[in-house]
């Protein structure tokens, strides 16, 4: 089933002010404009751009800081970058919105002071994040981002870097109409890993911004948001109400009781990664939903609407690694995908990694 492996090499991108410099063990999400990938991690405030080369691997990584374009809540702590596009002139990311819970220690003498540490959870001043940052051409032919910059296609307009509004308790605009959400509101302030609310993948159609929730799964559905966003002041985003004075749209998917763990689009075809919601092994596996873009409403999309593309195959040998986070759509309509906490036989000295390339045929084998 597998095409190929590729390389990618983040050693150029290993520096101190890196909060996490084991960039290679903790992709979350990628994107890519021509020869170049954008690859996020998921405990840093960092963007790394890797370049192919011609052996086609990806390497001449390059750190792109998240404080540089737009203001952060905190300089020091992980955005929990999990959703990322390269859409109209922007770079396009979102963090997990999702609260975090303390983690038991292993050989500590006092097995209480462990079971307590799980009543603690915190939200993460950045993971709240929203944001848009322009790419552009320079004059080598690289794409970089910028903080400001004229519209290619409009000369008399500006793309401009911009986050979603963010409320005085680290919540963002989305995250606190979503908690007066009859399905989604009681999942508010429950951590990721447990079946909480949690963005784990994003994808943008014209001025339609799609979000895939690894949590919660209700009853079996997974839920995609779809919202619109507009310009606000101080290099703000809001969200966009429609004809009904609706912010956000909801969309649930029959996934087998798999959340989303990342998107991307083809045309006006949503890419779903799904997998487990919970911290656990199993099933991975890569849907199609055609036409997503072109509906209005909820809706409410059922096994039969989903086109089976990739089982992706069982690697794990042990608990939590090789976890699929990440998902680019090639030129030849290949897909890359890129995994969290890779194993032994995926990684390469220090800082490389191997990535799996699946086959534009295999979507019809898979169908």
């Known amino acids: 089933m597998k095409k190929d492996t590729v390389t990618l090499d983040f050693e150029e991108a290993v520096v101190e002010q890196l909060i996490d410099k084991n960039i290679r063990d903790g992709i979350s999400s990628i994107a890519r404009t021509g020869k170049y990938l954008w690859v996020a991690g998921d405990e840093n405030i960092s963007i790394q751009r890797l370049e192919l080369l011609e052996d086609g691997s990806y390497g001449k990584a390059v750190n792109f800081f998240l404080k540089d374009y737009i203001e952060l809540i905190s300089k020091e702590e992980e955005a929990d970058i999990e959703g990322m596009d390269v859409a109209g002139g ?3 990311l979102a963090g997990s919105h999702s609260y975090k819970r303390k983690k038991m220690r292993e050989g500590k003498d006092d097995p209480r002071k462990e079971i307590d540490r799980l009543t603690i959870t915190s ?8 944001a848009r940052i322009p790419v552009i051409e320079n004059e ?7 903080k400001e910059c004229p519209d290619p296609s409009d000369k008399e307009k500006k793309l401009t870097a911009a986050k979603l509004k963010h409320t005085r308790r680290k919540w963002s605009q989305l995250t606190k109409k979503l908690r007066k959400d009859r399905h989604l509101g009681p999942f ?11 963005i784990e993948g994003l994808t943008v159609i014209r001025d339609k911004v799609f979000l895939g929730l690894r949590g919660p799964v209700l009853r079996g559905w997974a839920i995609v948001l779809e919202i619109e966003l507009e310009e606000s002041k101080n290099n703000l985003l809001k969200l966009k109400k429609d004809k009904e004075g609706r912010s956000y ?12 763990r990342e998107l991307a689009s083809d045309g006006d075809d949503l890419i779903i990664l799904a997998g487990p919601t919970m911290d656990l092994d199993g099933t991975m596996e890569i ?4 036409n997503a873009a072109q509906h209005e409403g909820d809706m409410l999309v059922e096994r039969s609407e989903l086109r089976s593309v990739i089982v992706l195959p069982y690697y794990a040998r042990e608990h939590g690694i090789n976890k699929a986070e990440g998902i680019a ?9 890129t995994y969290d906490s890779p194993g ?5 000295g220090e800082y490389k990694v191997k990535a799996d390339v699946f086959s534009a045929e295999e979507e019809e084998e898979g169908s």
């Open 90 to 92: 922007y770079l396009w």
């Open 123 to 130: 939200l993460g001043a950045n993971r709240n994040l929203l």
């Open 140 to 146: 080598n032919g690289e794409f970089v981002l910028v």
């Open 188 to 198: 508010i302030g429950l951590p990721g890993k447990d079946n909480g609310l949690d």
């Open 249 to 260: 749209k909801k969309h649930f998917l029959n996934l087998h009781g798999m959340g989303i």
């Open 287 to 290: 849907y199609r939903w055609e």
């Open 329 to 337: 759509i090639l030129d030849d309509n290949s897909i890359l995908i």
């Open 344 to 348: 032994e036989g995926r990684t390469q």
